[in-house]
C-alpha cells in the first residue's frame, strides 16, 4: 500500500505515522527526517537543503524528488507511509511518473484538516527525538516524564524551525505551494480529507477507518 499523509505543518502527520509503523508495520518515507539525517551527517545533500529548511522554506523539487527515489527503491515490495512528500504540484506529478515506473500507485491520499489557528500553538510546543521518529506537545501530549521520551529514554528535542518567525514562513509555503495537492489528488480519485483535531488515538481511528483491516 502506498499511503500518503499531507497537511500544514503540525497537523500530526509524524505523530500519526508512529502509530501507523508501530500498529500496521509499515514502512515510513518523511522527507523532513531524511533531511535532517543528512544535516546532522554532513552530506552533500545535507549541506543542499539546510539554508531551506533554516529559513523554513521547501528544498527545491528536483533535491527532494532523487532522495525519496532512492529511498523508495530500497523499501521494494513495502506498504510505505510518505509524510510531508509530496509538497508541491511538480513534485507530485515526478511522484506519480517514480510510482508508474516501479509498477505502483497511490491507495490514499489523506489530508489532515487542522484550522490554522491551532497550527503556532501545536508547532511551539512541539517536542522530539533527535530522529523525528517520537513526537510529543508540553501540553496536549507530554511525555511522561518532562522532557524525556517514553520509548527511548532519549532527551527530546526542540526543532529549530519550530520557532515562531520561522513557523509563519513554513504557514505560508504550506498555503502557497502543498494546499494545492488537494485539488490534484480529488482529481485522481485518491483524497481522503480527516479532521486533525481531537485527541491523537481519535485521529488515528480516522485513517484505520478508511484504511479498513
Ligand atoms: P517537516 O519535518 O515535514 O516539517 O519538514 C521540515 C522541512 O524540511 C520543511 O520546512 C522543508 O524545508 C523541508 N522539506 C520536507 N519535506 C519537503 C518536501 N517534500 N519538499 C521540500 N521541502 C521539504
Known amino acids: 500500500m502506498i499511503l500518503l ?3 500544514p505543518p503540525g497537523a500530526g502527520k509524524g505523530t500519526q505515522s508512529a502509530f501507523l509503523i508501530e500498529k500496521r508495520s509499515m514502512a515510513h ?3 523532513g527526517n531524511l533531511f535532517r539525517a543528512n544535516i546532522k551527517n554532513e552530506t552533500e545533500l545535507g549541506l543542499k537543503a539546510k539554508s531551506f529548511m533554516d529559513a523554513g522554506d521547501l528544498v527545491p523539487d528536483s533535491v ?3 532522495m525519496v527515489e532512492s529511498e523508495l527503491e530500497s523499501l521494494k515490495g513495502a506498504s510505505v507511509i510518505f ?14 511518473e517514480l510510482l508508474t515506473k516501479m509498477s505502483l500507485k497511490i491507495d490514499h491520499a489523506i489530508f489532515v484538516e487542522v484550522p490554522s489557528e491551532m ?17 510529543y506537545h508540553v501540553t496536549f501530549n507530554p511525555p511522561k516524564q518532562e522532557g524525556i521520551c517514553d520509548v527511548t529514554g532519549e532527551e527530546l528535542i526542540q526543532r529549530k524551525d519550530d520557532s515562531e518567525e520561522v513557523i509563519s514562513n513554513r504557514l505560508e509555503a504550506y498555503e502557497k505551494s502543498t494546499a494545492p495537492l488537494k485539488d490534484y489528488y480529488e482529481s485522481k480519485g485518491v483524497l481522503k480529507s480527516i479532521d486533525g483535531t481531537g485527541e ?3 485521529v488515528f481511528g480516522r485513517i484505520e477507518a478508511i484504511l479498513g483491516s
Open 64 to 66: 527532494t524528488v532523487g
Open 200 to 202: 491523537p488515538e481519535e
Open 83 to 96: 509524510d510531508g512528500f509530496p509538497r508541491t504540484v511538480p513534485q507530485a506529478e515526478a511522484f506519480d
Open 119 to 135: 497550527l503556532v500553538e501545536r508547532l511551539s510546543g512541539r517536542r522530539m527525538t533527535a530522529d523525528g521518529k517520537h513526537v
Open 5 to 7: 499523509l499531507f497537511g
Open 29 to 31: 518515507i518523511s522527507t
